[in-house]
Nanobody, 127 residues
Framework: QVQLVESGGGLVQAGGSLRLSCAAS????????VGWFRQAPGEEREFVAA????????SHADSVKGRFTISRDNAKNTAYLQMISLKPVDTAVYYC????????????????????WGQGIQVTVSS
């Protein structure tokens, strides 16, 4: 099975940028579709972005479209979430997730579709 570790979170002012990384170990990430989710205090975990196994197809939540970009580098066994124009409402714990996918162009936007999760990383955006 694959193990996932997020990095790159922290405290940033509104309007700033961060890039989250999701490093995989144990298995090659190229056989997994990847997603990013987030959970704010007292809120449900919500979908942020997803990317297919080969990286050709992506999906972003409406709330982050135009500001966040999901990508991956299978040679580095790592997925990324580039975040720009951050807002205080983006404050949350961010999780990366992976699931094995036999279809290279599928991505998945529902949390229950994922089998493996990172431990999460805090992103705090101050006003």
């Amino acid at each position: 099975q694959v193990q996932l570790v997020e990095s790159g979170g922290g405290l940033v002012q509104a309007g700033g940028s961060l890039r989250l990384s999701c490093a995989a170990s144990g298995r090659t990430l190229s056989t997994y579709a990847v997603g990013w989710f987030r959970q704010a205090p007292g809120e449900e975990r919500e979908f942020v972005a997803a990317i297919s196994r080969a990286g050709s197809y992506t999906s972003h939540a409406d709330s982050v479209k135009g500001r966040f970009t999901i990508s991956r580098d299978n040679a580095k066994n790592t997925a990324y979430l580039q975040m720009i124009s951050l807002k205080p409402v983006d404050t949350a714990v961010y999780y990366c997730a992976a699931r094995s996918s036999s279809v290279s162009y599928y991505y998945y936007i529902r949390s229950f579709e994922y089998d493996y999760w990172g431990q999460g990383i805090q992103v705090t955006v101050s006003s």
